[in-house]
């Protein structure tokens, strides 16, 4: 069974950081586009982060430009996502995502484009 688990989830306070983590069991993630998203409450789900296949490529949403960074290792099938100088904003359930895509050195952004999803990481930014 394909599954995706994030980690690292918390309260926050304005400032601070953490580092969110996506682990895979039942496929390795070599193969797979990987994608960080968010929904806050009474928002609709946007994307935060997104990584090629090789991990080469990245894209990032304007706002967190700067404040995040995303990275995956391949060999122990994890995809991370470093959240700095976090904002109140940026509060949300953060979930990762995964499918294969066509191009392995382009990046998808777009949620409709995966098929596989965790369930999701509560982070909490106090002002």
């Known amino acids: 069974q394909l599954q995706l688990v994030e980690s690292g989830g918390g309260l926050v306070h304005a400032g601070g950081s953490l580092r969110l983590s996506c682990t895979a069991s039942?496929?390795?993630?070599?193969?797979?586009?990987i994608g960080w998203f968010r929904q806050a409450p009474g928002k609709e789900r946007e994307a935060v982060a997104c990584?090629?296949?090789?991990?080469?490529?990245?894209n990032y949403a304007d706002s967190v430009k700067g404040r995040f960074t995303m990275s995956r290792d391949n060999a122990k099938n994890t995809v991370s996502l470093q959240m700095n100088s976090l904002k109140p904003e940026d509060t949300g359930v953060y979930y990762c995502?995964?499918?294969?895509?066509?191009?392995?050195?382009?990046?998808?952004?777009?949620?409709?484009?995966?098929?596989?999803w965790g369930q999701g990481t509560q982070v909490t930014v106090s002002s």
């Open positions: 990584i090629s296949t090789s991990g080469t490529n990245r």
């Open positions: 995502a995964a499918f294969i895509p066509n191009y392995y050195e382009a990046t998808y952004c777009a949620a409709s484009r995966y098929d596989n």
């Open positions: 039942g496929f390795t993630l070599e193969d797979y586009a």
